[in-house]
């Protein structure tokens, strides 16, 4: 039996170092989208094993033992309102589902981000598999940085349609600069830390990496995040220059702040600035403004105060209640669907009781965060380096979430820090308990008080015979429901990328085999029905254009057969349509 658990441990960790690879590097050219689907995909596939892995391992224990964190209790509220929001919403499928090939805020997207946590923070029992992962985590963020920095200078190691000057295998400038921001105080613990000089230089270099690649292609939401996760380790640790790693601390940001001020300062005179000339011609994100967002969503709020419009709709809040002062902007022909940050973007689709669950997560891990950083004991011990650094990036995490909207990328990341650290705080709290035991007078009064400044995260145990084998029949019974209209849906979005390949190269009929395959395996896509009523019109169009009058033939060639297809063309994309506005 205990063998059983090591190899059962030993999966898990290769579970959640696969998850790490494909959220930050899986792109392929098989999906709809080529970044965001396979990505989904992916963690679909690693949260349903890690799943089947944890109720596996109450049944051969034969006892269900749950860890609680402080967190548990908001991430839950903000599922509960997301399946009230989308019973409710006037759109259910795109809440459901998503809205086209956009998947991270749908209800689907946030089941999978809390059953990732928690049994992410079930599973992690020790300090040297977090560690572990924070490692996977800085090493597999300096390949990010450094296929980013390449990108930027124009310099292209892989496939030609990903020759853009922003490629990023994150899909998104601001998923890939947010990644490396919430990483960059783990590196900086052990830069300052008291390892080995070979590893000040490599956590040296990687800082490095981090700081440019965010200051040549971030945004000033990144900026002040990777400013505030940097400011809190140093603050906490007070280096000085005596310590062997300010140095190599110190390095990396004078170069960081080289590369900002080249990128911004242009040159003077006849002189040649390079960094500048890509800064200017590098294709930034574009953004909803501030005060257009908290226009929207308070509309929004107003109208739907307690469960909001539902998941994924926030186009359509953009469209029913965008001022007329963005008509006077210069991106008045766009459209957003997404807030300015993930705060205002949770007010107009989820409504006031799910702003109030992410503002208690946010307060929740804030003050444990807080807590750690209170009882910290100093850089050389590694348990609590590890312990600052992902309090640290866990702050980072929610303050870019206050300046800018989430992607999936950002969220996943962001999700297994969070757990991180709570696994880290509850075994930190265990070593509190037992040195409490050990202390007498007021130090053990002390010790007492700090253990319970906020809420710690606990192992609760059930004990009733048939639970373990009861979860894990429903944990399997799940998995397999969901994996089979997931495989569906995915072959489903394989065939709609098939079919935009036939109209890329002018293949009406095969566009339009491909779309109707499409539309057999998952009816209930918007974009799906769209795009058949358009090929059904455009493959009309055709005929008509074909068949029609002409110099040479006044009269034109048409058949009767040419007259009924056209005719049930035209129907078909009727009907289509009207399908599409039924769903969306």
Known sequence: MKQVNVWLSVVTRIVI???ILSTLFLFIQLTTDFYEAP????????TGTLLILTTLKFTLSGRVTLVRTPLDLPLILLLVVGVVSTILSPSPYVSLLGNGVILYGSLAALILYVLFYLTLVNNLKSFREIRGISLVLLGSGAILGAISILSFFGIKLLPVWTQGLNFTPTGSTFSTTAVLSLLIPLAVVEILGGGRITSKILHSAILTLFGVTIAL???????????????????????NYRNPGFAFLVIPLVLTALFL?????????????PIYTQARNFPREIRLPFAISWKISVSSFRDNPFWGSGPSTYLFNFTNYKPIEFNQSKFWNLRFDSGFNEYLGVLGTLGGVALLALLSLTALFISSAYKSINLFKGLEHEDKRLELGLAASGITLFIALGLHASTLVVWVVGLIILASFMAVNALSNQQIGREWSKETGIKKIFLAVASTVSPDTQSETVKIDALPSILLTVAVALVAFVLFFGGKFTVADYHHRLALNAVSQNQGLIAYNELVASEKFNPYNDLYRTDIAQTNFALANAIALAKGPTEASPGGSFTDADRGNIQTLLQQAINEARFAVSLS
């Open 217 to 239: 292609t971030g945004s000033w939401a990144t900026w002040i995040a990777a400013l505030v996760g940097l400011s809190i380790v140093v603050w906490v640790a007070k280096p």
């Open 261 to 273: 001020v080249l990128s911004l300062v242009p040159p003077i005179g006849k002189t040649q600035n």
């Open 39 to 46: 990505k989904f995909i992916a963690l679909l596939s690693v």
């Open 17 to 19: 170092m696969a998850v």
